[in-house]
């Protein structure tokens, strides 16, 4: 099969994003300029540099109620901070609650019984027993080719991480489980873990032994 986007791909559901799977989720945590919370999914997101740490997220789609899209895009927007919370399997279905679309002046925290606590470094909320959560500052607002396209970019100034969920000086995904955002309706949860060393890493490790 091959279609153009453009030209429609005949099938009963758009299949683009079953395609880029899985995906992880930003759980994004932010509050208006009133001090009103916010907590809201975004499935476009990744991490997309080291130094200084950055991550992003994107929006797709509009609110009524809203300039920016998004109550999250326009907090950020204003505020110029947000949070992003790692989401766990045993939070799914508070995570999935959160997508509601609320009201702009809705406290999802509440409405969806997930206790917040402030930002160490930036004014905004988060995710009390998240397993990690990223702390960050609005470094561009970037609208995209689409009429309700937008993506917010963020630099990580604190980060957080659940003391139970580091073992043996890693941070193990696997004690909580992180929830992934398939095609359509369908999530997984990543419970299984293995290890590939590059290339690069195997040449390394031969060099060391050698050198001795």
Not at 76 to 105: I, L, Q
Request: charged share 20%; proline share 7%; with cysteine.
């Amino acid at each position: 099969m091959f279609y153009k986007p453009s030209e429609g791909h005949g099938l009963p559901h758009n299949p683009f994003n079953a395609i880029i799977t899985p995906r992880p989720i930003a759980w994004v945590s932010s509050q208006d300029t009133t001090g009103c919370k916010n907590l809201a999914p975004y499935s476009f997101f990744n991490g997309i540099a080291y130094d200084p740490p950055q991550i992003m997220f994107a929006s797709t789609s509009t609110k009524q109620d809203q300039a920016y899209g998004k109550d999250s895009i326009r907090n950020a927007h204003e505020t110029g901070v947000f949070c992003v919370n790692v989401v766990e399997f045993r939070m799914r279905d508070a995570m999935n609650h959160s997508s509601t679309s609320f009201p702009k002046n809705v406290d999802e925290f509440a409405q969806c019984g997930v206790t917040s606590v402030q930002c160490e470094t930036i004014d905004c909320p988060r995710i009390a027993d998240a397993p990690a959560a990223l702390e960050c500052k609005l470094v561009e607002y970037v609208p995209l080719r689409g009429e309700a396209n937008v993506m917010v970019i963020g630099e990580v100034v604190g980060v957080h991480i659940r003391d139970d969920c580091i073992y043996n000086g890693r941070f193990d995904i696997t004690h909580f489980e992180p929830l992934g955002r398939l095609g359509y309706r369908d999530y997984v949860k990543v419970s299984d873990v293995f290890e590939l060393l590059r290339p690069d890493d195997e040449l390394i490790s031969t060099t060391s032994v050698n050198s001795k």
